[in-house]
């Protein structure tokens, strides 16, 4: 049978991270997949993890199954970091997922089990993920105006005008923060402008929420999400705790449900029969973690410290490109690098000066110029800032 299999096309960000590693020149520079790197290079496990884990271990005394949402007390400490008290805790359904990427999965596997036909329109552009899995999905996708590669910046005239065609009952996807591959995130009065157009056409909204906290703090980078929940009837939210808690390989994650309190129930016991199609109960020890961190004050205190200082450390680092860059170009613009938010920004660089960028100068950088801000290191900016001026102006 398997010789009907035709070969896959590779995901852009993970198979840079491939021939990155197969790279042996010394000093090349790692700007593709979204990872936080520290001073040393380092993704380093959180010490407010580490705690949890040592406490988890000694205190843990059985394996057994959870359940098919995963443990309530980790869905439902999400809920309330996520959604604070924008809207009532018996609107709110939720499960534990694998990771951030498993939560738009149940979320979509939950939108196309309630409307087989619902178009999904995403962001032009967004993460390469979230095409490839509605394409696997068979669901129809649709695109709507996000990025003025001119300006830098959020378009939003095309935004609001893509946005009110959308028909009632469509699926609208939007990045809560830190947008992913552009860091140019709407500001909140935007973002009001666009709840007020997706309230009126009757869209359901699919919040990816991979990023909160790396912005501007965990309040503004949930201001979003918080407001579609609060305005919307109904708003899905994938969320990761992959990059806030650093647990990537442990696969944390949750889709969050707010919806008519009346069926809160149905969405829950739809969440889990997802759950268990899939792969029956979802990974407990990041979610236990997780759970554990922001059920302790202690924990919680540490945690949103060591948070806050790799949200300073990336938005040091834009500034700093943002300035070395000025003065190699003598131009302002790549001023936009210190104004977005988030691991990324997108450079506007054709796919030749990406090319030569990796091949002459070991520079690895997503082939839509998307760069992991947050993967760089102090000691390289000097040689990126003069090999960018060099290649792209
Ligand atoms: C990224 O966009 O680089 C991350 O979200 C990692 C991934 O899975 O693509």
């Known amino acids: ?35 936080y790197r520290n001073s040393q290079g ?37 809920a309330l970091l996520v959604l604070s008290d924008s809207v009532e805790q018996e609107r709110v359904a939720g499960a534990a997922t694998v990771g951030g990427t498993g939560a738009v999965r149940q979320g979509l596997e939950l939108i196309r089990l309630a409307r087989p036909d619902a178009v999904v329109h995403i962001p ?5 993920n979230h095409r490839a ?11 709507y105006r996000y990025f ?49 157009v997706l309230k009126a056409r009757g869209a359901t909204v699919l919040v990816d929420l991979a990023y909160l906290g790396f912005g501007d703090g965990i309040e503004a980078d949930a201001f979003a999400t918080r407001l579609l929940a609060q305005q919307l009837p109904e708003v899905v939210i994938a969320v990761s705790c992959s990059k806030n808690f650093g647990l990537y390989r442990d696969r944390a994650g949750v889709v969050l449900v707010a919806g008519p309190a009346s069926q809160a ?3 829950q016991g739809n969440l889990a029969t997802l759950n268990r ?17 922001l059920s302790n004050t202690a924990l919680r205190a540490e945690w949103e410290e060591e948070l806050s200082e790799m949200r300073s450390r990336i938005n040091d680092l834009r500034e700093s490109l943002a300035e070395a860059l000025r003065v190699e170009t003598g131009s302002d613009r790549y001023g936009f690098l210190a104004a977005h938010r988030g691991m990324f920004s997108r450079m506007g660089a ?33 040689r990126l800032a003069k090999a960018i001026a060099l290649v792209c102006g």
């Open 148 to 196: 003025d590669a001119e300006a830098n910046g959020v378009d939003m005239t095309g935004m609001l005008e893509d946005l009110g065609q959308v028909a009632e009952g469509d699926v609208v996807l939007l990045h809560g923060c830190c947008h992913n591959p552009t860091g140019a995130d709407p500001s909140e009065a935007q973002w009001k402008d666009i709840v007020k």
């Open 350 to 382: 054709t796919p030749e000066q990406i090319a030569s960028l990796r091949e002459d100068h070991g520079i690895y950088m997503v082939g839509d110029g998307r760069m992991n801000l947050a993967g760089l290191s102090r000691e390289d900016i000097p």
């Open 277 to 293: 199609l899939a792969y029956s109960f979802p990974a407990d020890h990041g979610a236990k973690v997780v759970e554990m961190i």
């Open 42 to 78: 380092v993704t380093p496990v959180m010490l407010a993890v580490k705690s949890a884990e040592r406490q988890l271990v000694e205190a843990q005394d059985s394996k057994s199954y959870t359940a098919l949402t995963g443990d309530p007390d980790f869905v439902r400490q999400m």
């Open 124 to 128: 032009d552009p967004t993460w390469p």
């Open 133 to 143: 899995i509605l394409g696997a999905m068979d669901m129809e996708v649709q695109t």
């Open 265 to 267: 129930r149905v969405v």
């Open 1 to 35: 049978m398997f010789e009907h299999l035709r070969e896959q096309p590779e995901d852009p960000i993970l198979a840079l991270m491939d021939r990155y590693r197969s790279d042996p020149r010394p000093g090349k520079i790692d700007l593709g997949v979204g990872v």
